[in-house]
């Protein structure tokens, strides 16, 4: 069964400085990988996702995505953190043709500094 | 716009209780899904179903229980509520097919006393 790590709990950046939130995958065929993220007291608003195609995805809010098929990643940028950008972030991989059976990392608290 | 909607933001309940969740959907979709979220172990599926009146288990099942009997709505029920059963649960929807974006509820945050 596929799963996946966020090795970061909780990282903290500087409004205006750059992004980055690693996942990793484990999954022995092509993925569906989802990134995710929950603002305080919400539920999880899918930010972008990798299906086929061009490895860079973009998506909302500015934010984009490289798969590494070699390194099991599909790392989270943004070149600009904005303080509205402090959240929970989860990485999500399912199977290609099950993707009932989504598996969820522990999530990357990102806080932004002033 | 999409829209997933769950009764109770806030439930407080005692052990031994019965709870009910409720989720509905507004976007005809046939997949629904019930997940808990913890810190620090993201979110853990419970059960989920792909049509009315079908239901499938996923990773944790064990004392919960579930029922569609609607296509637009899906219960998450707890028997007999244990204080291992506190946490964040999250209702989501998606239609059928490989690229159906999963669509999220704002969660329900249950404490049992």
């Known amino acids: 069964a596929q799963s996946v790590t966020q090795p970061d709990i909780h990282i903290t950046v500087s409004e205006g400085a750059s992004l980055e939130l690693r996942c990793n995958y484990s999954y022995g065929a092509t993925p569906y990988l989802f990134w995710y993220v929950q603002s305080p007291g919400q539920g999880l608003q899918l930010l972008l996702k990798y299906f086929s195609g061009d490895t860079l995805v973009q998506g909302i809010k500015g934010f984009e995505a490289e798969f590494k098929r070699s390194q099991s990643s599909f790392n989270l940028r943004k070149p600009s953190v904005h303080w509205s950008d402090a959240a929970e972030y989860f990485c999500?991989?399912?199977?290609?043709?099950?993707?009932?059976?989504?598996?969820f990392g522990a999530g990357t608290r990102l806080t932004v500094k002033p | 716009d999409v829209k997933v909607t769950q009764s109770s933001r806030y439930l407080v309940k005692r052990t031994g209780e019965k709870v009910f969740l409720e989720c509905v959907q507004d976007m005809d979709h046939e997949n629904m899904f019930w997940y808990r979220q913890d810190p620090g172990l993201g979110l853990r599926l419970i059960y989920f179903?792909?049509?009315?009146?079908?239901?499938e288990k996923g990773d944790i099942p064990e004392g919960y229980s579930v029922s569609r009997e609607k296509k637009e709505r899906f219960s998450l029920i707890l028997e007999s509520a244990s204080t291992n059963q506190t946490s964040m649960y999250l209702c989501a929807s998606r239609r059928t097919g490989p690229l159906g974006t999963q669509y999220f509820g704002p969660g329900t945050r249950l404490l049992v006393l």
């Open positions: 999500a991989v399912a199977a290609l043709g099950n993707n009932n059976d989504m598996r």
């Open positions: 179903s792909y049509d009315v009146k079908m239901k």
